[in-house]
Structures are given as structure tokens and as C-alpha cells.
């Protein structure tokens, strides 16, 4: 089965930095988008960024553009969101999520088939 394990949340403060990993298993890594996906109290999920495990597309949401950058490790399976300049806005569960077929590009719009547990993500003022 699919399994997506996301961890590197905590508390930071505003300005400073995180690095998300997602650690994907249960699939053909090459073939895959992987997207990371936030939501914060009364907010819509937001698609942040994404990344075809393929040929390594990448796209961002232009909140974290210039900021946070999604990268990938096929050796080890592995998607890393690095975020740098974090704002209290950011604050969020982060989650990761994976999809065969819709790419990056639509899977952050409509959502994606496959999602792990999120992980929190507290940027104070």
C-alpha cells in the first residue's frame, strides 16, 4: 500500500527555518507527483509546492515563492520542503500527498489520491 510518512514540523520562530521530509513507500517513486499541502484553522487546503518524482518539475504557490524549496532524493525515496523565511501565516498542518496521473500542476488544485499525516508547523510573531 501507499505510505507517506512527513515529518519536520515544530515551533520556530518568524524568520527562521524547517525542513519538511516526506518519506514515500509502497509505490514506483519515478512515476509519481509528490505535492505538500497545508491547512490552518478556518483556512482552505492550500497546495504549497509539488514535485514530479520523474523529471523533478517543480511548482510552487505564489505565498511561498522565493521562500520555500521542494526537492527530492530518489535513492532514498524522499521529499524534503525546505522553508526558509517562514511567516506566521505559514503556520499550519502540513501534509504530503502523492498522485499517478494529474501531475503537479492540477494535483495541488483538485487534490491528490494518496495523503500522509500531517505534520505541525507553529511560526511564531
Known amino acids: 500500500d501507499v505510505q507517506l510518512q512527513a515529518s519536520g514540523g515544530g515551533l520556530v520562530q518568524a524568520g527562521g527555518s524547517l525542513r519538511l521530509s516526506c518519506a514515500a513507500s509502497?509505490?514506483?517513486?519515478?512515476?509519481?507527483?509528490i505535492g505538500w499541502f497545508r491547512q490552518a484553522p478556518g483556512k482552505k487546503r492550500e497546495g504549497v509546492s509539488c514535485i514530479s518524482t520523474g523529471d523533478g518539475e517543480t511548482v510552487y504557490a505564489d505565498s511561498v515563492k522565493g521562500r520555500f524549496t521542494i526537492s527530492k532524493d530518489n535513492t532514498r525515496n524522499t521529499v524534503y520542503l525546505q522553508m526558509n523565511g517562514l511567516k506566521p501565516e505559514d503556520t499550519a498542518v502540513y501534509y504530503c500527498?502523492?498522485?499517478?496521473?494529474?501531475?503537479?500542476?492540477?494535483?495541488?488544485?483538485?487534490?491528490?489520491?494518496?495523503w500522509g499525516k500531517g505534520t505541525l508547523v507553529t511560526v511564531s510573531s
Open positions: 500527498a502523492t498522485d499517478y496521473g494529474l501531475g503537479c500542476r492540477r494535483g495541488l488544485i483538485y487534490g491528490m489520491d494518496y
Open positions: 509502497g509505490f514506483t517513486f519515478d512515476d509519481y507527483a
